[in-house]
């Protein structure tokens, strides 16, 4: 089994920056995916990026602004977020998976309980 925590939510300024952080524990994900998604009120997860030993990938919405990567040696995976704006505002969620990942939720295994961002205008 696999645990995730996340941490580094919290409150920031339009045009801020914010740096998640994911660190897993259990189980071993050498090879696997780790990937980001974010959660609105009244929406489901939506896909903001991923990373492999293969690719990096990102949702358009935020392309350039935020930088996904990892630190195999600590099992941890970061999401830097810069140039926030209002509507990056949601729960962000870690989430693992020992194959290639992709940009739906069902591709994932593991998750982690969610840091909530707050982007105020």
């Known amino acids: 089994q696999v645990q995730l925590v996340e941490s580094g939510g919290g409150l920031v300024q339009a045009g801020g920056s914010l740096k998640l952080s994911c660190e897993a524990s259990g189980r071993a994900l050498s090879g696997g995916t780790m990937g980001w998604f974010r959660q609105s009120p009244g929406t489901g997860r939506t896909f903001i990026a991923s990373?492999?030993?293969?690719?990096?990938d990102y949702a358009d919405s935020v392309k350039g602004r935020f930088t996904v990567f990892r630190d195999t040696a600590k099992n941890t995976v970061y999401l830097q977020m810069d140039s926030l704006k209002p509507e990056d505002t949601a729960v962000y969620y870690c989430?693992?998976?020992?194959?290639?990942?992709?940009?739906?939720?069902?591709?994932?295994?593991?998750w982690g309980q969610g840091t909530q961002v707050t982007v105020s205008s």
């Open positions: 989430a693992a998976d020992r194959g290639p990942g992709g940009v739906f939720e069902r591709h994932y295994e593991y």
């Open positions: 990373t492999n030993s293969l690719i990096t």
